[in-house]
């Protein structure tokens, strides 16, 4: 089979069975995906296999009395266009930016605090120089930030097999993205080519001289990367962090009222409204695939079967294709490729239950900065040997956590005085070394998070009344995220826009025809920015004859 004929772009079969569309998996984007296609007028299923919808972005019960978003945790992706076109706002959602961006307690009392008009004045205590190049540094990463945010709604070139006249349409792709790079300066060229290439830490290095901000820019550059700041490709992960906004506010970070859950209650509102018809407690067993190579149908767990014109997965792309597809239907190379497609962060993830708000030592007290995200990884030194530790130990003995305490911007999480406060630990290993099992190290690794968080606000073991941890087995089995990646595979060069998830298959259709995927697992990638169910919509609808509205 020839996984990249040009009939794979060709108009859907003219027999229509039960519905149109089947969408695998009720994650935020499959409901972004399902949303636009209904809006079109087209007949939608959504098939979810847990009790609710919105994947990873959901909000439970995890204490008695005490709700959090357990996996995803903050807003600042969430695409403004599909925010817009879902009428989210009008579904209720509501987000509320934290009153100071980022809080970064540090070793002899010191602290560093960063957001409109403080970081700085802060960064100036550390280092005058720093504080004066601050403000170009800014600068010149937006340049390069706003080029590529232009691209995050835009189906990438794809690289194709056959005649001239099907390569067109690529080629007007590839002069486009060469348009939007061509006009960026020298300065800016340069600028990405280092971040596509370089670590974070190499080029925060050649920026700055203090640890703190150093520290404090360089953590989202291992954010759901299991890698050390001086890993090369880590730059890119650090800007991947910055696409984002809050109410229009660029490179801001919120919380969404009611948790994680109301971003995918609100778009599954907006489904409902649209006519889509979404199926919980429904597992897929199956993707069926006919003897003409054509996809067209679901077998349930139950033993049902739902035809559809075409099956659209919201899986990360593993799987999709390593579990429900049958490996006959696939090009070998193409699943030899999946086969050794990368997912994996160093993410332990937890949710805890407080009888009274932390107070830290280098910032005794009550004040905004716990509504920010609490960082604690004083250096890029300590995050690199958190790294080493995890990959020799299974996991770091000083781990990096960046805690929130979303009931400081919503009551509605926690009973009246009390609070919930969210972990995002790193590092730990995906797969324990020597074969132990996560299962048996939950509870002991749960005991160094939160000891961790004691070493910088002396107490908060006192203060813990309950909490929930996930360890990367946990999110698999639970979230479907494989190896714990909280972005459907790994943010690096060979695994980005137009070879994502394979080279000759950035467009969503998989080489089985019929059969497309809306993950994370294709551009832009991962977070809550519901940008791939909105660019594989515009593509599936292409194949049906029909415009997006």
């Given at each position: ?10 108009p ?8 149109d ?38 909000t ?16 600042s ?10 009428d ?16 970064l ?8 605090l ?15 120089r ?18 590529l ?27 486009n993205l ?5 006009s ?13 290439s ?69 778009m599954?509102?907006?489904?409902e409204?649209?006519?889509v ?9 199956k ?24 099956v ?6 593993k ?12 090009p ?16 332990f ?5 407080l009888?009274?708000l932390?107070s ?19 250096s ?18 000083a ?38 099992d ?28 309950g ?29 980005l ?9 950035a467009?969503h ?8 995927q809306?993950g ?22 292409k ?7």
């Open positions: 089979m020839n996984a990249l004929k040009k009939t794979a772009h060709t859907v079969g003219s027999v229509r069975p039960d519905r569309i089947i969408i695998v998996g009720g994650g935020h984007n499959g409901l972004v995906c399902a949303a636009y296609l209904a809006k079109a007028g087209l007949k939608v299923t959504v098939l979810e296999r847990r009790d609710m919808v919105g994947g990873a972005a959901v439970e019960e995890f204490h008695p009395g005490f709700r959090n978003s357990v996996a995803s945790y903050t807003v992706l969430l695409n403004p266009k599909v925010i817009s076109d879902l989210l706002h009008g579904h209720g959602l509501e987000i509320v930016e934290r009153r100071i961006g980022n809080f307690p540090l070793e002899d009392d010191q602290y560093l960063a957001g409109d008009g403080l970081t700085a004045r802060h960064l100036a205590k550390f280092s005058t720093d504080a004066e190049r601050l403000g170009e540094y800014e600068a010149r990463l937006e340049v390069v930030a706003d080029t945010r232009a691209l995050v709604l835009e189906t990438p070139p794809n690289m194709s097999e056959g005649s001239w006249l099907g390569a067109v349409p690529e080629l007007l792709k590839a002069a060469g348009g939007k790079l061509g960026m300066s020298m300065t800016a060229r340069r600028d990405l080519l280092d971040l596509f370089k670590s974070a830490g190499d080029w925060l290095d050649g920026w700055f001289e203090s640890n703190a901000i150093k520290a404090l820019f360089g953590f989202d550059s291992i954010v759901g990367n299991f890698a050390s700041p001086y890993t090369p490709g880590s730059a890119y992960v650090l800007l991947h962090h910055l696409f984002g906004e809050v109410n229009g506010k660029k490179g801001a970070w919120g919380h969404a009222i009611g948790g994680m859950g109301a971003i995918t209650q609100a599954a509102r907006c489904c409204a649209r006519g018809e979404i199926r919980t407690g429904c597992a897929v067993d993707v069926l695939v006919d003897e003409a190579g054509r996809s067209g149908a679901v077998r349930l767990a139950s033993g049902e079967t739902l035809s559809a014109r075409a659209v997965s919201n899986l990360n792309p799987l999709l294709f390593g579990s429900l597809i049958d490996p006959t239907a696939l070998d190379d193409f699943s030899e490729r999946i086969r050794h497609y990368r997912c994996g962060s160093g993410t993830r937890m949710n805890v239950a009888d009274r932390p830290f030592t280098a910032l005794p007290g009550e004040g905004d900065h716990l509504t920010a995200g609490i960082i604690m990884a004083p890029l030194a300590y995050m690199e040997q958190a790294y080493i530790d995890a990959r020799r130990d299974g996991w770091s003995k781990p990096i956590i960046e805690l929130l305490i979303p009931s400081t911007l919503d009551p509605t999480l926690a009973p009246d005085g009390q609070h919930v406060a969210s972990l995002f630990c790193q590092h730990v290993s995906p797969e324990l070394p020597g074969g132990r996560w299962d048996d190290h939950r509870d002991e690794v749960a005991q160094v998070m939160l000891d961790t968080v004691e070493r910088w606000a002396p107490g908060f073991r006192d203060s813990v009344l909490y929930q941890a996930l360890t990367p087995k946990d999110l698999e089995r639970t979230f479907g995220l494989i190896g714990g990646d909280i972005f459907h595979g790994a943010l690096s060069l060979d695994q826009f137009s070879a994502r998830p394979v080279l000759g298959h467009d259709r998989s080489p089985i025809k019929g059969l497309y809306c994370a697992g294709t551009h832009p990638g991962g977070g809550v920015t519901g940008a791939p169910g909105h660019n594989a919509a515009r593509e599936i609808l194949d049906f004859g029909k415009r997006m509205g």
